[in-house]
């Protein structure tokens, strides 16, 4: 009732143009930087179903305003208000988090 989460696909991080980690070819997540708004929600659209996320996945669109707003580590953690402001923002990810903080 208080809270809303939500993944947000962006650019990339690992893409097969670009910088590629054996962790993504074991996976079989083999992405190309996205060109289009449709890849990238394509792109989004398959991670969140192979990955059975439970949450809703929203798309950034191309001009990649919030990727580069909020900073560029493999996992993000924001607490934004209804206001808009940030009240939380977690080390970055996957080794600085702190999932009890």
Same mark, same amino acid.
């Given at each position: 009732? =208080? %809270?809303?989460?939500?993944?947000?696909?962006?650019?990339?991080?690992?893409?097969?143009?670009?910088?590629?980690?054996?962790? #993504? &070819?074991?996976?079989?997540?083999?992405?190309?930087?996205?060109?289009?708004?449709?890849?990238?929600? =394509? %792109?989004?659209?398959?991670?969140?179903?192979?990955?059975?996320?439970?949450?809703?996945?929203?798309?950034?669109?191309?001009? #990649? &305003?919030?990727?580069?707003?909020?900073?560029?580590?493999?996992?993000?953690?924001?607490?934004?208000?209804?206001?808009?402001?940030?009240?939380?923002?977690?080390?970055?990810?996957?080794?600085?988090?702190?999932?009890?903080?």
């Amino acid at each position: 009732e =208080q %809270v809303e989460f939500f993944l947000v696909c962006v650019r990339e991080a690992h893409s097969t143009d670009g910088w590629q980690v054996d962790s #993504n &070819v074991e996976d079989s997540f083999l992405f190309s930087q996205h060109q289009t708004f449709e890849e990238r929600d =394509q %792109v989004a659209n398959t991670c969140a179903l192979e990955m059975k996320m439970p949450i809703p996945t929203l798309i950034e669109e191309m001009a #990649n &305003v919030i990727d580069e707003a909020y900073g560029r580590s493999p996992v993000r953690l924001y607490v934004v208000g209804a206001d808009g402001n940030v009240s939380y923002h977690g080390g970055a990810g996957p080794y600085f988090m702190d999932v009890e903080e």
